[in-house]
Structures are given as structure tokens and as C-alpha cells.
């Protein structure tokens, strides 16, 4: 069996995390959790980076530090995870969901305004498969209207838009490291802040309410309990994991555009014949190896697809279902159609994408479809 995903150790975790264990300090913010966020501040840009133990925590730490509370409003797509609307959820919000893009199924952001109301607080784009939201559009909706626009780039690491990295664009930015994601250590997570006014307290909140952070820095002279947070902080042995995916940063990312431009190649004559729609990459965005998903005609021509791969030895498989369709939030979300949303729900399908997946392997799959 092709697995879907298969996540890729470089040979330097075990030394890296035994390194950590013998450091005498394993419970987060030592060596490792230090370099993996000086890290992301220098290479993308970001004023403040904080390792978290998952993209969720850092989605929750984000609906804190924007003060979304009972009432408030948050715009976002339908298609996406639930943890994007669940951290805001936890803090009282309603979820105006909007539906997206004919040609993507990210967010559509000419739409975003229709939506807006006195009591919408924050925007929070998602950067599906890693392409970008066409920010400058974000960002001058949410200037228009005094809103925060928090970047949900889970899937998004080493992507950029017009030059600029993702998550280094909006108020604040969330990253996974997933095992299915480009760099993993399992479990794990960033927040990424580009608004110095959250800086200070996204400490605070990081460290369970505490000022721990300043203490250990020698700013304050003694920590105690100042705000509400949460354990957000991981374990210095996922950090010392993680420091040995961020060396390698280049060679992998090498590896999976080579194989996304590879499925790209091999199946754009066929895509274009059976009327099959491949991933759309806009003028001001790249792409970061992080998925080949296919847009099929039908939801049966996408059982047909992922039955054949599978009794081929392959697993392919699809995605989100909407949420606003879910049974949680059906109800409170209404009978507004998101018909794009539903779309991408039923007709999308993701081919395995790894870094172990040799050229051999991707040129059978792709085969194996053209057979069809």
C-alpha cells in the first residue's frame, strides 16, 4: 500500500530530543523551543514566534489575545477544520460562514464585505493547501473596518504571497506541525504575532496566565498570576524534534515541490480531457508542496477515482466537510447555502504526498489514473 501520508524523520530527531532529556530542562521554553522560534522570526519575518503544542492552542491563543468574547462576530471560510472555528467558538463567538472561490477552495474574498456587521471582530483566512487568500484584499477590508485578521496557515509553511510569507501578514498568524504537515514533530504548533500590541501579553497567556517568561528573563524580579492562558507551552522534547525538521528545512521542501510539479506534469493533459480541475495557483501566490488535491466533475467520478487507486494499492482520500453544514452548527448557522463549499466537500480528493514518495511511485499513481 502507497500510504496517503507518511511522515519524514531526517536522522537527527532521537539525537536532538536525547540532547533535551540530558539538559536537566524538558518542560518547553529551553535551547530548543529558543532556536525553533528564533527561527521562524528571522526567516519569515514574524515579530514574535511562540511554539504551542498544536495548531489548535494556537487558534485558542489567538481568539484570547483578540478579546473575542459573547456576541462577537468572526468571518471565515466553511471549508476548512474544525479547530478554526472551534477556538473562537470557546470564547463566545458566532461563525459567520463564507463560501469560496469558483477557482479555489479557499475563501472568497470579494464576499467577505456582504457579511460584515457592527459586531464582527476578526477575519481569519485560511490558506488552503498552502496557496495564499489574496491578502491585500483581506487587509484593506479589515483596515476599512477596524478588524483583526488572523491567518490560519496551518498548511501554509514556506508559501508566500507576493514575496511576502505567510503569516507574516495579518494582526496574527497559526501554524501545525502535524505529522501530515511539510514539517512535523508529531503534534505541535506556532503562533506567529506581527502586531507588536499583542506581544506582551501573548506571553502571559503562553505561560498560564503568568508572567513566568518575564521572571525567567530577569525583567520582573518574581512571577505571579496576571491574566487568563492556558498549558500552551510544549515540551522541550517535541522542540528538539521539531529543531531537526527546520535544519532541514530546504532539502524537504526541494523534495515535495518536486513531486507536486511531478503529478502536475503527468496528469494536466488528462485533467484537461475529463474535465478534472487541478490545483489553481494565483498570480501572487506559491506553492509549497503541501498537497495535489483534484477537483473532480462529481461526487461518483470521485468514488470511482478513490476506489480504483485503492484497489490498486493506493490510498487516496478526500477532505473537509463544510462546517456549516455540521451537526453542531447547522442549526445556529442557518439554511444559507455555501454551494462552492459543498462543492470542494463532495468533488475534492488528495493524492499522497510525501517525502519518501519516490518519482516511480508518483508516475504509477498517475497511470493508474489516466487508466480510468
Known amino acids: 500500500m502507497i500510504p496517503f501520508n507518511k511522515p519524514y524523520l531526517t536522522g537527527k530527531e532521537m539525537h536532538y530530543m536525547y540532547q533535551a532529556v540530558y539538559s536537566g530542562k524538558i518542560s518547553g521554553n529551553g535551547i530548543y523551543t529558543k532556536k525553533c522560534q528564533s527561527f521562524f522570526e528571522e526567516r519569515y519575518n514574524f515579530k514574535k514566534a511562540l511554539l504551542t503544542t498544536s495548531c489548535t492552542d494556537a487558534l485558542e491563543m489567538a481568539a484570547i489575545l483578540a478579546n473575542i468574547s459573547q456576541g462577537d ?8 477544520f474544525v479547530s478554526t472555528a472551534l477556538a473562537f467558538v470557546r470564547q ?25 456587521t457592527e459586531k464582527t471582530k476578526a477575519i481569519v483566512p485560511v490558506h488552503y493547501a ?30 508566500f504571497y507576493k514575496g511576502r510569507a505567510l503569516g507574516s501578514i495579518g494582526h496574527m498568524a497559526t ?46 524580579d518574581k512571577y505571579g498570576w496576571v491574566d487568563i492562558g492556558s498549558s500552551f507551552l510544549p515540551s522541550e522534547i517535541n522542540a528538539a524534534y ?6 532541514n528545512i530546504k532539502k524537504i521542501q ?89 462543492f470542494y466537500s463532495d468533488v475534492l480528493v488528495r493524492l499522497p504526498l510525501f517525502y519518501e514518495l519516490a518519482d516511480q511511485e508518483v508516475d504509477e499513481i498517475v497511470n493508474i489514473i489516466k487508466s480510468i
Open 73 to 80: 462576530e468572526v468571518i471565515m471560510p466553511s471549508y476548512t
Open 92 to 116: 463566545g463567538a458566532k461563525i459567520i460562514f463564507v463560501d469560496s472561490r469558483d477557482d479555489h477552495p479557499g475563501i472568497n474574498e470579494d464576499i467577505i464585505e456582504n457579511y460584515i
Open 130 to 159: 498552502g496557496v495564499a487568500c489574496d491578502m491585500d484584499k483581506i487587509m484593506a477590508i479589515a483596515l476599512k473596518h477596524n478588524l483583526l485578521v488572523i491567518e490560519d496557515a496551518a498548511q501554509a509553511i514556506e508559501s
Open 175 to 220: 501554524f501545525s506541525f502535524h505529522e501530515t504537515k511539510n514539517i512535523n514533530c508529531g503534534e505541535g504548533g506556532l503562533l506567529a504575532i506581527n502586531d507588536e500590541n499583542f506581544i506582551k501579553r501573548s506571553e502571559l497567556i503562553w505561560e498560564k496566565g503568568t508572567n513566568r517568561a518575564e521572571f525567567f528573563r530577569g525583567d520582573v
Open 242 to 247: 521539531l529543531w531537526a525538521q527546520l535544519e
Open 254 to 342: 526541494k523534495r515535495r515541490n518536486h513531486i507536486w510539479e511531478r503529478y502536475c506534469a503527468g496528469l494536466k493533459e488528462w485533467a484537461n480531457k475529463k474535465g478534472v480541475r487541478l490545483p489553481v495557483l494565483p498570480y501572487y501566490a506559491s506553492q509549497n508542496g503541501h498537497m495535489f488535491y483534484m477537483v473532480c466533475e462529481s461526487l461518483s467520478q470521485r468514488e470511482v477515482l478513490i476506489k480504483k487507486l485503492r484497489s490498486n494499492g493506493i490510498l487516496a482520500v478526500f477532505h473537509y466537510l463544510s462546517l456549516h453544514k455540521s451537526p453542531y452548527y447547522k442549526d445556529i448557522h442557518g439554511d444559507r447555502e455555501l454551494p462552492n463549499s459543498d
